[in-house]
């Protein structure tokens, strides 16, 4: 007697007489099915959470009524009986109250959307907490509290296609079980993993996929054609019982498939690589062009068409999977299926114009320009003239000349005369856009523009005679480093008297000096007033100069 009180709530729960747990599983009353949707009724006392689980449970969800034609559908399953079915609406998370101006009233599907074409209110008033949506006989739509009780509650099943219906064959009566438990004989289509029934067959088929093309057809586990009487015993070709027991065969061109009823193409599973051609009722294997059929007859090996046919390409030909491709030898290029001599200048980095020479490329200038001496790719305004037209934009307002010449008022570059400006010490030489500088025999040139003395005994040496630069847009040419042509004799200590006289002479020189420097800074800052060229030694050259009369003697 001590353990009674631990058996007795076990018994009692497995005589159901216990605490109560969840509610046994509802069967639907009636249902209906379409092509991609199936509908069903439920009757049964259940809140809005726990219809919602029993329709999830069934693989669907609480029915949507976006149109007349899910409205009819609800008619149909209710057959005039009294009560109130949940729909899938419930107020949305974020309001407090329903909103009776809005469509949904600020309600939304369980499928978390509001759209709809198609709605049936019942009058209401605003209405605030938890609220969901129940349908009557009179097809209204009425608000009430999600957590109390309805009669029952209405269910949606999607599917992305469905069987047919089995042709009726006389004395052969089928029943059909949908996936979520609806019964019956008048569906209008059969959802996947829907059951058929034969009993005077012994039969059962199921609606799946034939494992081919995806598609769904009523079939069973075991191969080949049930009697032909039936749906034509699942033959997808023809059925026969000609030898006693039914038989499916296909037309030409395709086989029978695994299961005995469907029909496939001979290529269907067949090893081929590439193509597979259909021949009766069997099947060859092909391949691309630039491939052949390899020993085993299904796979392909590529042809080496630069070994089979010589002479493809101009010079280089590499064979390819399923091809080839013709190249060029190196300082050649493709152009046009053609190897051409490929320019130098193809790549390179010339700002104008560009010349092919023996191993490599000489850079040009167009007219009025010439190759800027600092940077050979690069090129700068140039005139050999002593006047020349400007560069200007295409609007003619922005006007440059080259280095060494200045634009006048008749939209002309004209030179300047450096000469007149004294940059010279001796004789000067003007240039276009330059000058250059000329010494006296017993001086040589420093600085481009000063003269310097060469001690007596290299009169004869090197630097003898007349020195000359000149300041052109090419690069002057550096002087030469004197070299003495005799040895110099070796110091000796000087007089007394011979200091004196050396200093007395330093002094005078600078004065000298001063006075130089005083005389040609004031010929420096003299204006020039015009643009004629001054003369010079008789070693001087006139390269190119439009000379001017002038006061100067020859």
Known sequence: MRRLPLLLPLLLLEMGLGEPGEPEPLAPSGAQCLQHACFAVFWGSRPFAAASAECERGGGHLMTVRSTVAEEAIALLLQNRGGRLWLGLSLAPSLRCTEPSRRLRGFRWVTEDNRTDYTNWAPSGPRCGERCVTVSRELRWEERRCEDPADGFLCEYNYGSSCPLLPLAEGLPVSYTTPFGARGGEFLALPPRSVASVPALGLELRCDEDGEGGRLRWGRAAPGAWPCRLGGGGCEGTCSEGTGRPRCSCPDGSVLGPDGRGCRSPCAGAPCQQHCVVSGSSFVCMCDAGYHLGADGSTCEDNDDCAS??????????????????????????????????????????????????????????????????????????????????????????????????????????????????????????HPGGFQCHCPAGYRLINDIECTSVPEQDAEGPYSGDFESQTLPPPTPAPRTPAPSRT???????????????????????????????????????????????????????????????????
């Open 309 to 430: 046919e010589p002479g493809l390409c101009e010079q280089l030909c590499v064979n390819t999977m399923g091809g080839f491709e013709c190249r060029c030898h190196p300082g050649y290029r493709m152009v046009d299926g053609h190897c051409q001599r490929e320019s130098h200048c193809y790549r390179a980095p010339c700002e104008q114009s560009c010349e092919d020479v023996p191993g490599g490329y000489r850079c040009g200038c167009y007219d009025g320009y010439a190759v800027d001496p600092r940077d050979p790719k690069r090129c700068q305004p140039h005139c050999s003239d002593s006047q020349c037209p400007p560069l200007c934009d295409q609007f003619g307002w922005d006007c440059k000349c080259p280095e060494g010449f200045v634009l006048d008022d008749d939209k002309l570059c004209v030179d300047i005369d450096e000469c007149d400006m004294n940059y010279c010490e001796h004789n000067c030489t003007n």
């Open 488 to 554: 110099p004799p070796k110091v000796e200590l000087l007089h007394p008297g011979a200091l004196v006289g050396i200093t007395v002479g330093a002094v005078l020189t600078a004065l000298a000096l001063l006075a130089l420097g005083y005389h040609l800074a004031k010929k420096r800052c003299r204006p020039s007033a015009a643009m004629d060229y001054k003369c010079g030694g008789p070693h001087e050259k006139e390269l190119g100069l439009q000379p001017v009369a002038s006061g100067c003697a020859g």
